[in-house]
């Protein structure tokens, strides 16, 4: 015999490090990063606060994972023959992103770590910036000019 109990626990999606990031990502979309909270994340994937812990260290591993998923919602442009317009179609498909989650940009700012999808976006800016003529010196440069104009906002 079962109880009512133990049919919701088994009908109860799976908790996942990437399902958290999604909710969390989803939340601040829908009432801003400032209501973020550990308790109400909890209350959005219906389990405890406490629960989290077990996927998650911290509000900050849990602010990395959205940027993380974020930055990776970019799609990567192919590289064609005009570095420039290549990368003209990158900060876009970045910009139209940032878009999507007007809250992003403010938590990418204040991040310490390099997520990996934030690495490989960046790379791809590089990549654009190199098969442009770009030394690395110069690429360097040109990626501190750019500053958040790459990630399709600016700061100013």
Do not use: C
């Not at 900050?60 to 442009?77: A, F, N, P, R, T």
């Not at 791809?124 to 098969?131: F, N, Y």
């Amino acid at each position: 015999m079962t109880t009512a109990a133990s049919d919701a626990s088994e009908a109860r999606t799976p908790l996942t490090k990437e399902r958290v990031f999604e909710t969390a990502v989803a939340y601040a979309d829908e009432h801003g990063i400032e209501e973020l909270s550990m308790r109400k994340l909890g209350q959005e994937l219906g389990v405890e606060a406490m629960s989290l812990y077990y996927h998650v260290a911290n509000k900050d591993e849990i602010l990395d994972g959205m940027v993380d998923h974020v930055v990776g919602q970019i799609e990567i442009q192919p590289f064609g023959d005009d570095w420039k317009v290549g990368m003209r179609r990158q900060i876009m498909a970045a910009r139209a992103v940032m878009g999507r989650h007007p809250w992003a940009i403010g938590v990418i700012e204040s991040r310490k770590e390099i997520t990996p999808a934030f690495m490989r976006y960046y790379d791809t800016v590089g990549g654009l910036l190199r098969q442009g003529g770009f030394s690395v010196e110069l690429m360097h440069h040109a990626m501190h000019a750019l500053g958040s104009r790459v990630l399709g906002f600016s700061q100013e």
